[in-house]
């Protein structure tokens, strides 16, 4: 019979705790990307929001329309004259790095009517 040191650890005792570890990343990483994905939407919801607030402020305080132009541009004449503060609020942010996900006014005979995110325009509509 041999006298065990109580030095370390059995390899049933380390396999039961890596599988005990697997368990619980099972259950957390799809919990932690769900909730991501939420926190995405919500943000690129309260960004349509913003924008389109400041569109129609813009609007009205200019006497001029920004129908015309692309997204790009549109977005572009709202920071210029200071009604949006920087680019870092006009990209959708579940379009991560990509050099996509603005934000495009819609127009319905002149008036402003609703703003698309061109990333998931399907997915993050707040009208």
Same mark, same amino acid.
């Given at each position: 019979?041999?006298?065990? &040191?109580?030095? @370390?650890? $059995?390899?049933? !005792?380390? *396999?039961?705790?890596?599988?005990?570890? /697997?368990?619980?990343?099972?259950? =957390?990483?799809?919990?932690?990307?769900?909730?991501?994905?939420?926190?995405?939407?919500?943000?690129?919801?309260?960004?349509?929001?913003?924008?389109?607030?400041?569109?129609?402020?813009?609007?009205?305080?200019?006497?001029? &329309?920004?129908? @015309?132009? $692309?997204?790009? !541009?549109? *977005?572009?004449?709202?920071?210029?004259? /200071?009604?949006?503060?920087?680019? =870092?609020?006009?990209?959708?942010?579940?379009?991560?790095?990509?050099?996509?996900?603005?934000?495009?006014?819609?127009?319905?005979?002149?008036?402003?009517?609703?703003?698309?995110?061109?990333?998931?325009?399907?997915?993050?509509?707040?009208?």
């Amino acid at each position: 019979m041999r006298i065990r &040191s109580g030095k @370390g650890f $059995s390899i049933t !005792e380390i *396999l039961i705790v890596v599988a005990i570890i /697997g368990f619980i990343m099972m259950i =957390a990483i799809p919990n932690y990307l769900s909730a991501k994905r939420d926190a995405e939407c919500q943000s690129c919801l309260a960004n349509q929001k913003t924008i389109f607030t400041t569109a129609k402020l813009y609007m009205i305080s200019e006497d001029s &329309s920004l129908e @015309g132009l $692309s997204a790009e !541009e549109q *977005l572009g004449e709202l920071i210029d004259k /200071g009604y949006l503060k920087s680019y =870092a609020k006009i990209k959708c942010p579940s379009s991560g790095n990509e050099n996509t996900g603005y934000y495009e006014l819609v127009f319905d005979d002149g008036i402003l009517t609703d703003i698309d995110c061109t990333y998931m325009e399907d997915e993050h509509q707040w009208l």
